[in-house]
């Protein structure tokens, strides 16, 4: 079905080639004329201003003359060769051009012989013998005109010719042209209905598995055939079954590794706690350290296995929302306790708004968004800081602000920063020792509340982050807020 409508452009445009070929061998047809009778009208002129030099020194004897003619005389022959030149390609014209040279150089060498009488006797005019030079110069000539009226009617014929040819071929060309259009109109309409009925509505099930391997649906039945879209659709079918068992193998194995490794680790924390509480005994200032750092590092991996099942949950589907109406307050005071230790020891206020409208939300899952933002955000604050949260009203919806003075994020960094795993390079993102998943679940679990999340900043003058919550009912406004340590 491709191949047709190249075949015939093939052949359109090979014929339009052709066309235009002859319209330029028309025109060059009509210009060689041109050229012949121009050249036929160059020896005739140059034959009279031979003879006109020749009789006017034989009355004035002015050596310039006899210049004059010797040049017209190479005139002629100069014109006799470019006529057969140009007649060689047509047996009519060359017959004519070669009894033109016949006459032309008889003519010729009439006159080369009067002028040798005249410049012999050039004592005195040649008036006796004038007679018998007009006689023989006419005698030679007459043929010569005669030969080249017949050659110019001849031409006069082609040149009339010509136009009615170049015209014909105009119009020849523009219904070739409409007819070459029409035609690519009616094959680009056939192969449209072909594919819209054949093709398209098997490229409309492609479509559909594509969407729906998109939201872990059921793929639609494979399609029958062995064309190219039929095995297209084995190949998609074969790389959804793939990558589903991927995806299971992947999810089992991180749920193991995550309860083999949650278990141990749990206990040797409890161990830690232990140490540190003196329960086996008094450590030295130095064991307190090691525990302590130890006890540090060992929460930190829980909260890292914790991350990858969130994350994992959240991309699987299976974290279930308990949605209900909660006051922002109580999610603020839960977020804020959480993070106030890390914030006291770096002397950090957690200045928090006192509207308090009610949203419909996961509590929990909520509270875990604020946290983790809250816990960014004293990690990267300067001490002595003050760390905002807003609450803006937006009709349907309540805008939560957590704004720091921490480094700022570059431009280019701002909507890597939700992606798993990513983080920003420089030695002032480097120091919290993250995991590079919070804000990825942050940003999961807003927008499974129907929300969006996102940051405002500039590089050296801090960060605002922002998420939205579906609202339920409006608190009663208060512009007044509170600080916590």
Same mark, same amino acid.
């Given at each position: 079905?491709?191949?047709?409508?190249?075949?015939?452009?093939?052949?359109?445009?090979?014929?339009?080639?052709?066309?235009?070929? +002859?319209?330029?061998?028309?025109?060059?047809?009509?210009?060689?004329?041109?050229?012949?009778?121009?050249?036929? +009208?160059?020896?005739?002129?140059?034959?009279?201003?031979?003879?006109?030099?020749?009789?006017?020194?034989?009355?004035?004897?002015?050596?310039?003359?006899?210049?004059?003619?010797?040049?017209?005389?190479?005139?002629?022959?100069?014109?006799?060769?470019?006529?057969?030149?140009?007649?060689?390609?047509?047996?009519?014209?060359?017959?004519?051009?070669?009894?033109? %040279?016949?006459?032309?150089?008889?003519?010729?060498?009439?006159?080369?012989?009067?002028?040798?009488?005249?410049?012999?006797?050039?004592?005195?005019?040649?008036?006796?013998?004038?007679?018998?030079?007009?006689?023989?110069?006419?005698?030679?000539?007459?043929?010569?005109?005669?030969?080249?009226?017949?050659?110019?009617?001849?031409?006069?014929?082609?040149?009339?010719?010509?136009?009615?040819?170049?015209?014909?071929?105009?119009?020849?060309?523009?219904?070739?042209?409409?007819?070459?259009?029409?035609? +690519?109109?009616?094959?680009?309409?056939?192969?449209?209905?072909?594919?819209?009925?054949?093709?398209?509505?098997?490229?409309?099930?492609?479509?559909?598995?594509?969407?729906?391997?998109?939201?872990?649906?059921?793929?639609?039945?494979?399609?029958?055939?062995?064309?190219?879209?039929?095995?297209?659709?084995?190949?998609?079918?074969?790389?959804?079954?793939?990558?589903?068992?991927?995806?299971?193998?992947?999810?089992?194995?991180?749920?193991?590794?995550?309860?083999?490794?949650?278990?141990?680790?749990?206990?040797?924390?409890?161990?830690?706690?232990?140490?540190?509480?003196?329960?086996?005994?008094?450590?030295?200032?130095?064991?307190?350290?090691?525990?302590?750092?130890?006890?540090?590092?060992? %929460?930190?991996?829980?909260?890292?296995?914790?991350?990858?099942?969130?994350?994992?949950?959240?991309?699987?589907?299976?974290?279930?929302?308990?949605?209900?109406?909660?006051?922002?307050?109580?999610?603020?005071?839960?977020?804020?306790?959480?993070?106030?230790?890390?914030?006291?020891?770096?002397?950090?206020?957690?200045?928090?708004?006192?509207?308090?409208?009610?949203?419909?939300?996961?509590?929990?899952?909520?509270?875990?968004?604020?946290?983790?933002?809250?816990?960014?955000?004293?990690?990267?604050?300067? %001490?002595?800081?003050?760390?905002?949260?807003?609450?803006?009203?937006?009709?349907?919806?309540?805008?939560?602000?957590?704004?720091?003075?921490?480094?700022?994020?570059?431009?280019?960094?701002?909507?890597?920063?939700?992606?798993?795993?990513?983080?920003?390079?420089?030695?002032?993102?480097?120091?919290?020792?993250?995991?590079?998943?919070?804000?990825?679940?942050?940003?999961?679990?807003?927008?499974?509340?129907?929300?969006?999340?996102?940051?405002?900043?500039?590089?050296?003058?801090?960060?605002?982050?922002?998420?939205?919550?579906?609202?339920?009912?409006?608190?009663?406004?208060?512009?007044?807020?509170?600080?916590?340590?």
């Amino acid at each position: 079905m491709v191949s047709l409508p190249l075949l015939f452009e093939a052949v359109f445009i090979l014929s339009l080639f052709a066309l235009l070929e +002859n319209a330029e061998n028309t025109v060059n047809k009509e210009t060689k004329s041109r050229l012949v009778l121009q050249e036929v +009208n160059n020896i005739s002129k140059n034959i009279f201003d031979s003879a006109s030099h020749l009789v006017t020194w034989n009355f004035t004897h002015k050596r310039a003359e006899l210049q004059k003619f010797d040049n017209t005389m190479l005139g002629i022959a100069d014109s006799i060769d470019n006529l057969k030149e140009l007649s060689a390609d047509n047996e009519i014209r060359r017959e004519h051009a070669r009894k033109l %040279e016949i006459h032309g150089k008889a003519t010729m060498r009439n006159l080369v012989s009067h002028r040798e009488k005249m410049v012999g006797d050039s004592d005195r005019v040649y008036s006796p013998n004038f007679q018998e030079f007009r006689r023989d110069f006419n005698a030679e000539f007459d043929p010569f005109l005669k030969e080249a009226q017949m050659l110019a009617n001849e031409e006069e014929r082609v040149q009339k010719s010509v136009p009615q040819a170049i015209e014909a071929r105009k119009t020849f060309l523009r219904i070739f042209l409409a007819s070459g259009f029409t035609i +690519n109109i009616i094959i680009a309409i056939g192969l449209a209905m072909f594919f819209i009925r054949e093709i398209a509505s098997r490229l409309a099930v492609l479509t559909e598995n594509s969407q729906r391997m998109a939201i872990n649906a059921p793929l639609l039945e494979r399609i029958g055939g062995s064309d190219e879209v039929a095995h297209l659709d084995k190949v998609f079918h074969n790389m959804a079954d793939a990558l589903r068992a991927a995806e299971q193998t992947k999810r089992e194995f991180v749920q193991m590794i995550s309860h083999d490794l949650r278990t141990p680790l749990t206990a040797i924390l409890g161990t830690f706690e232990l140490l540190a509480s003196g329960a086996y005994g008094k450590l030295t200032e130095r064991g307190e350290r090691r525990v302590k750092d130890a006890e540090r590092e060992s %929460e930190r991996l829980i909260s890292l296995i914790n991350e990858l099942l969130d994350i994992d949950k959240l991309e699987s589907g299976n974290m279930q929302l308990i949605l209900d109406e909660c006051e922002i307050q109580n999610i603020f005071r839960r977020a804020t306790e959480a993070v106030a230790v890390i914030a006291e020891k770096r002397k950090i206020k957690l200045e928090v708004a006192t509207e308090n409208p009610s949203v419909s939300a996961d509590e929990d899952r909520v509270v875990q968004i604020m946290i983790n933002l809250l816990g960014n955000a004293v990690k990267y604050s300067p %001490e002595n800081e003050t760390i905002k949260i807003d609450v803006i009203d937006e009709k349907n919806f309540i805008r939560v602000d957590v704004i720091d003075h921490g480094p700022g994020i570059p431009k280019k960094d701002k909507r890597l920063i939700f992606e798993r795993f990513k983080q920003i390079e420089g030695e002032e993102y480097k120091r919290s020792g993250s995991s590079g998943l919070g804000l990825a679940i942050c940003k999961a679990l807003v927008e499974s509340h129907g929300g969006t999340i996102g940051v405002d900043s500039e590089v050296g003058q801090g960060s605002r982050f922002w998420f939205t919550l579906r609202k339920t009912t409006t608190g009663q406004d208060n512009q007044s807020s509170s600080n916590l340590p």
